[in-house]
């Protein structure tokens, strides 16, 4: 089976012409599998975060808590559904056909794929100057916390193991996955606008040569099947029962005190009244 | 030609069995004037080829409670020259006779005009164009050769319908009759034939293991006026520039009802819906022509070589608006 198809351009060229849909069906059998995999895991693991004891501890010494605390902003949460309506359309106008549900779905595509766009350019805007630009990158300095929330989810406890700041290590590198995976199809979407009708760029095929374009169509297919699988991981996280609390925030954007301090250090997301007192 | 496995059966029962044993695999073989082209091409190597011209119960024109029934193999000489069909829809027996010349005629099957592949010669060349499976359409770049190709409708491919009789059918409100396996499913004109926004690789809904066995024409237009032209670049053996074909419901000298249809310009045949509706209850004149042909072609966008089609096109629908008649002011 080839994963990539590929055919002879007038010019006796090879060239690639995209991916196989075969792999359409391998990240959402993968996606589904790994719900499955997981969603069994957590039925018999231990995982452990903060005890009561630690957290009760941890409201003592931060008494000036407000009983809620903003995670995201008004502004935050919009972008976010916004992204996740465009990018519902684009999943669905783009392999709805492929299993066989047909209707006319590029100009839907196209138009899912220009709000996408414009609301990532929104967004890196506004994470770059109004937001913490660095609270949603992993990097080296997080792989203590990586080696703690491994230890957690084996059921071990790690006293003194750091926690996360604002966004917990799962949302960072999922954030760092959409990410590469939004600016491919996001580039190559807009080259590919180059190839149909839309009334926005003037339509010319011979803007690149064969094999970019080749490149380009196996790359926002690639990219485009991947996002199946992360989608399927988003929707089953956001919906497991010990993650509604982060969920709920993105629909009424706060969390509770509570939840901040067993899930968040206070020194590395720093809330309004989260200072420690002198109580003791 | 490619070697193929060649499937003779006697029996639509017979074939269904084989498609469906073969599924995208088999290639369905009718007059063999679309086929052939393929084939030795080599551009399509089907693995099995599955040949209709035994199955007597493909062919035949009968009366069949409120129309016509006609196999979907009968061949257009035997329609265009049919008693039944010249009496009641001589709209069809015209457009049969204007496919190609005499010889292609006696071999050509309705079933097979009507299912016939894109003319788009990059497409027929065997180039990887979205029809083609591929990601570019070569006949919609700057410097495309594209005299022949669509005006409306164009969804990435600007190929276009290539059939006489589709629109003719499509005028005349034409039911077809498509069977896979023991199921069987009757389609309108206007579902089975599919633009490429839907599906850039095929012109209608035929899938894989289904047979267009016949094609059932109402009464409702039976006896009516029409009108059927073809503008080609000769007059024999070619395929059409722009061809219409009209139903008109005519009382004196007011058009009551009208069924409008142009192929040569979409990858569909193109119903005029809107002028349709602006006919009804207008007087048969020169300025109701005039302003139907300006509404047929609304929408339309050209191509570097293809602009005469919109003249053309106005030109039909005004001759079709007029037909025999003198214009009455």
């Known amino acids: ?280 | 030609m490619p070697a193929f496995e060649l499937f003779q059966p006697a029996s639509v029962a017979d074939t269904l069995g084989v498609l469906n044993r073969h599924g995208a695999d088999a290639w369905v073989l009718a007059g063999g004037n679309d086929t052939f082209d393929w084939l030795k091409d080599r551009i399509k190597k089907p693995k099995v080829v599955v040949d209709l011209s035994n199955v007597n119960e493909l062919r035949g024109i009968k009366d069949a409670g409120g129309g016509l029934e006609i196999g979907s193999t009968t061949t257009l000489t035997t329609i265009a020259h049919d008693p039944m069909v010249k009496e009641r829809f001589p709209l069809l027996a015209d457009a049969a006779l204007l496919v190609a010349s005499p010889q292609i005629r006696n071999v050509s099957t309705l079933g097979g005009n009507v299912s016939q592949d894109a003319r788009c010669w990059y497409y027929r060349a065997g180039w990887p164009c979205y029809r083609a499976g591929g990601n570019i359409c070569y006949a919609d770049t700057p410097t495309s050769i594209n005299r022949e190709h669509a005006i409306f409708n164009a969804d990435r491919c600007v190929a276009v319908n290539p059939s006489d009789t589709a629109p003719a059918l499509m005028a005349l409100d034409a039911q077809f009759v498509i069977k896979n396996g023991d199921k069987e499913r009757v389609v309108s004109a206007e579902e089975f034939f599919i633009g490429p926004g839907v599906n850039i690789t095929r012109l209608n809904m035929l899938q894989p293991g289904d047979l267009l066995t016949a094609i059932r024409i109402p009464n409702t237009w039976a006896g009516k006026g029409h009108y059927c032209e073809k503008v080609r670049d000769r007059q024999v053996w070619d395929f059409a520039l722009v061809n219409i074909a009209a139903s008109m419901n005519v009382s004196g000298t007011t058009i009551n009802d009208a069924r409008m249809v142009v192929n040569g310009v979409a990858a569909t045949p193109y119903r005029l819906n809107a002028v349709e509706a602006f006919l009804k209850g207008k007087p048969r004149d020169k300025a109701t022509a005039d302003a139907a042909a300006e509404m047929a072609v609304e929408g339309a966008v050209t191509l570097r070589h293809n602009g005469y089609k919109v003249p053309l096109m106005k030109a039909l629908v005004k001759r079709a608006i007029r037909g025999d008649a003198e214009w009455t002011s």
């Open chain 1, 1 to 280: 089976m080839d994963l990539l198809t590929t055919a002879r351009s007038p010019w006796g060229e090879s060239v690639f012409i995209h991916i196989s849909w075969s792999l359409f069906w391998a990240s959402l059998v993968g996606g589904l599998l790994f719900l499955l995999a997981h969603g069994g895991y957590m039925l018999f693991s231990q995982h452990h975060k903060q005890t009561s004891g630690e957290v009760d501890r941890m409201e003592r010494e931060r008494a000036g808590l407000p009983a809620h605390i903003t995670r995201h902003g008004f502004v935050a949460r919009a972008f976010h559904w916004v992204m996740a309506f465009s990018m519902l359309a684009l999943l669905f106008t783009a392999f709805l056909p492929i299993i066989g549900v047909r209707f006319a779905w590029v100009q839907w595509h196209w138009m899912a794929g220009v709000l996408l766009t414009a609301s990532v350019l929104f967004h890196i805007f506004h994470a770059t100057f109004v937001l913490d630009f660095w609270s949603i990158w992993v990097g080296p300095k997080d792989i203590p916390e990586f080696k703690a929330e491994m230890m957690r989810d084996l059921g071990q406890e790690v006293p003194g193991a750091p926690l996360p700041g604002k966004y917990p290590l799962g949302n960072r590198l999922y954030h760092l996955a959409v990410m590469v995976a939004g600016l491919v199809v996001i580039g190559s979407g807009i080259m590919m606008m180059y190839r149909v009708r839309t009334g926005l760029v003037e339509r010319n095929p011979y803007v690149m040569a064969d094999p970019a374009w080749g490149l380009t169509y196996v790359a926002h297919g690639l990219m485009g099947v991947g996002f199946v699988g992360l989608v399927i991981a988003h929707i089953y996280f956001a919906l497991r029962p010990e993650k509604l609390w982060i969920t709920k925030a993105m629909i009424f954007g706060t969390i509770s005190r509570r939840d901040y301090l067993t899930h968040h250090d206070p020194n590395r997301w720093s809330a309004q009244g989260s200072r420690k007192s002198n109580v003791a």
